[in-house]
């Protein structure tokens, strides 16, 4: 069980910097064209880049549970509490300061992200 999980951990992980990577050229290709607005289909890749990383959380914890630590808990504090908020964080932030650019905002945050998710890799 502890291996499956492990497994799907580290699945998640490649699929989490993929995704975010694809996000991020997508934002700023979109930022090209919709300066002002994020259109629905950019909308969808955000949000299933959130879910992915929600999905690496749960799957992190079930191995905390089961008794797998990573090697460093900095990878625990940093990487697992910090990356979760960062997607959710931008949103709150574009809504409240108003749509300048917010695909600009989004691709920069998602590219951030796929650095981050790279060296997280490292650490566990």
């Known amino acids: 069980m502890t291996d499956l999980v492990l497994n799907l951990h580290r699945a998640d992980a490649y699929l ?14 979109s930022h090209q064209s919709h ?13 299933v880049g959130t879910i992915l990383l929600a999905l690496q ?3 992190g914890l079930s191995l905390l549970t ?19 908020l960062l997607l959710p964080g931008t949103y709150l932030y574009i809504r409240r ?14 590219l951030f992200l796929f650095a981050f998710l790279t060296r997280g890799i490292f650490t566990a």
């Open 66 to 84: 089961l008794g797998l630590r990573p090697a460093s808990p900095l990878h625990i504090f940093i990487y697992g509490a910090l990356s979760p």
């Open 57 to 59: 959380i749960m799957l």
């Open 97 to 110: 300061q108003g749509n300048d650019h917010p695909n600009l905002a989004f691709g920069l945050v998602t």
């Open 16 to 29: 989490s910097i993929g995704w975010m990577l694809i996000a991020g050229i997508y934002g700023l290709a």
């Open 35 to 47: 300066r002002t607005y994020v259109s629905r289909k950019y909308k969808v890749v955000l949000v």
